[in-house]
Protein backbone atom coordinates (compact mmCIF):
# COMPACT_ATOMS: atom_id res chain seq x y z
CA UNK A 1 0.00 0.00 0.00
CA UNK A 2 2.41 2.12 0.57
CA UNK A 3 4.33 1.83 -2.68
CA UNK A 4 1.59 1.85 -4.40
CA UNK A 5 0.75 5.10 -2.38
CA UNK A 6 4.82 6.54 -3.55
CA UNK A 7 4.35 5.65 -7.43
CA UNK A 8 0.87 7.46 -7.34
CA UNK A 9 2.01 10.43 -5.44
CA UNK A 10 4.65 10.80 -8.08
CA UNK A 11 3.03 10.40 -10.94
CA UNK A 12 0.88 13.00 -9.53
CA UNK A 13 3.40 15.03 -8.76
CA UNK A 14 4.80 14.61 -12.33
CA UNK A 15 1.31 15.11 -14.37
CA UNK A 16 0.33 18.41 -12.85
CA UNK A 17 2.95 20.76 -14.00
CA UNK A 18 2.34 19.82 -17.72
CA UNK A 19 -1.09 20.16 -17.64
CA UNK A 20 -1.01 23.89 -15.83
CA UNK A 21 1.34 24.74 -18.35
CA UNK A 22 -0.84 22.95 -21.06
CA UNK A 23 -4.17 25.00 -19.54
CA UNK A 24 -2.39 28.11 -19.56
CA UNK A 25 -1.13 27.85 -22.64
CA UNK A 26 -4.56 26.87 -24.37
CA UNK A 27 -6.72 29.52 -22.02
CA UNK A 28 -7.36 32.96 -23.58
CA UNK A 29 -5.10 35.21 -21.55
CA UNK A 30 -8.30 37.13 -20.22
CA UNK A 31 -9.58 33.95 -18.55
CA UNK A 32 -6.09 31.97 -18.18
CA UNK A 33 -6.63 32.73 -13.91
CA UNK A 34 -9.90 31.33 -14.15
CA UNK A 35 -9.91 28.61 -15.87
CA UNK A 36 -6.48 27.22 -13.60
CA UNK A 37 -9.29 27.75 -11.08
CA UNK A 38 -11.34 25.62 -13.08
CA UNK A 39 -8.98 22.70 -13.08
CA UNK A 40 -8.30 22.43 -9.90
CA UNK A 41 -11.77 21.85 -9.45
CA UNK A 42 -11.89 19.45 -11.71
CA UNK A 43 -9.13 17.23 -9.36
CA UNK A 44 -11.77 17.84 -6.50
CA UNK A 45 -14.91 16.66 -8.11
CA UNK A 46 -12.94 13.43 -9.50
CA UNK A 47 -11.67 12.82 -6.15
CA UNK A 48 -15.64 13.23 -4.99
CA UNK A 49 -16.56 10.91 -8.17
CA UNK A 50 -13.85 8.07 -6.84
CA UNK A 51 -15.23 7.89 -3.44
CA UNK A 52 -18.91 7.42 -4.43
CA UNK A 53 -17.36 4.44 -6.72
CA UNK A 54 -15.05 3.02 -4.28
CA UNK A 55 -18.03 3.09 -1.82
CA UNK A 56 -20.16 0.56 -3.98
CA UNK A 57 -17.36 -1.80 -4.10
CA UNK A 58 -19.07 -5.05 -3.11
CA UNK A 59 -16.84 -6.64 -0.03
CA UNK A 60 -19.47 -9.36 0.80
CA UNK A 61 -22.91 -8.62 0.05
CA UNK A 62 -24.57 -6.75 -2.81
CA UNK A 63 -24.33 -2.86 -2.60
CA UNK A 64 -26.31 0.31 -4.72
CA UNK A 65 -24.36 3.08 -6.71
CA UNK A 66 -26.22 6.48 -6.22
CA UNK A 67 -29.10 4.09 -5.11
CA UNK A 68 -30.06 3.03 -8.47
CA UNK A 69 -27.53 0.84 -9.46
CA UNK A 70 -27.17 -2.57 -8.15
CA UNK A 71 -24.27 -4.12 -8.10
CA UNK A 72 -24.16 -7.67 -7.11
CA UNK A 73 -20.87 -9.05 -8.05
CA UNK A 74 -17.15 -8.09 -8.82
CA UNK A 75 -17.84 -8.05 -12.42
CA UNK A 76 -20.31 -5.84 -12.16
CA UNK A 77 -18.52 -3.28 -10.16
CA UNK A 78 -15.79 -3.38 -13.10
CA UNK A 79 -18.34 -3.48 -16.24
CA UNK A 80 -19.10 0.09 -14.55
CA UNK A 81 -15.79 1.19 -15.31
CA UNK A 82 -15.62 -0.20 -19.10
CA UNK A 83 -18.71 1.41 -19.84
CA UNK A 84 -17.57 5.04 -18.40
CA UNK A 85 -14.10 4.03 -20.41
CA UNK A 86 -16.20 3.53 -23.50
CA UNK A 87 -18.01 6.61 -23.18
CA UNK A 88 -15.29 9.04 -22.79
CA UNK A 89 -13.46 7.35 -25.96
CA UNK A 90 -16.96 7.90 -27.82
CA UNK A 91 -16.76 11.60 -26.85
CA UNK A 92 -14.00 12.20 -27.24
CA UNK A 93 -14.39 10.51 -31.09
CA UNK A 94 -17.17 12.79 -31.29
CA UNK A 95 -15.00 15.60 -30.64
CA UNK A 96 -11.66 14.56 -31.86
CA UNK A 97 -11.57 17.71 -34.54
CA UNK A 98 -12.29 20.50 -32.63
CA UNK A 99 -10.20 19.05 -29.73
CA UNK A 100 -7.32 19.60 -32.23
CA UNK A 101 -8.41 22.53 -34.02
CA UNK A 102 -7.79 24.05 -29.83
CA UNK A 103 -4.31 22.87 -29.69
CA UNK A 104 -2.76 23.78 -32.89
CA UNK A 105 -1.91 27.27 -32.49
Do not use: H
Request: charge should be positive; hydrophobic fraction near 55%; charged fraction near 10%.
Amino acid sequence: MILFSFFLDNAELLIIPVSLSLTSKLAPKKYASSIMGIFYVSFSIASIIGGVLASAFPNNSATMLLNTIPIANIQTYFMIFTIIGLLCGALWLLFRKKIENLTTI
